[in-house]
């Protein structure tokens, strides 16, 4: 059975900074692409950033510059590090695996900036 489970999210002051986690079981992360979507209280979901099984990067305008994401083949686990977070930036954060057509959705971590 395929789980993806993201943590990390919680509390943060603007200016503050994050990391988030998540990691697999039933998959094997370093085969396909991992990617950070978010969506916000009455917004569609949107991708954040994603990494390639070749290790390529995207990011989204609005995190670009503040954000990296990276992956831990050896702990099956891909991060998303947020600096320099905004209010605007509160949502809740899924990651994604997909491959060959088919994808995979975590359950979500909540990501609060406020002060």
């Known amino acids: 059975q395929v789980q993806l489970v993201e943590s990390g999210g919680g509390l943060v002051q603007p200016g503050g900074s994050l990391r988030l986690s998540c990691t697999a079981s039933?998959?094997?992360?370093?085969?396909?692409?991992v990617g950070w979507f978010r969506q916000a209280p009455g917004k569609q979901r949107e991708l954040v950033a994603y990494?390639?099984?070749?290790?390529?990067?995207n990011y989204a305008d609005s995190v670009k510059g503040r954000s990296t994401i990276s992956r831990d083949n050896a702990k099956n686990t891909v991060y998303l590090q947020m600096n320099s977070l905004k209010p605007e930036d509160t949502a809740v954060y899924y990651c994604?695996?997909?491959?060959?057509?088919?994808?995979?959705w975590g359950q979500g971590t909540q990501v609060t900036v406020s002060s």
């Open positions: 039933g998959i094997i992360f370093a085969l396909g692409a």
């Open positions: 994604k695996y997909w491959r060959w057509g088919v994808d995979y």
């Open positions: 990494i390639t099984s070749g290790g390529s990067t």
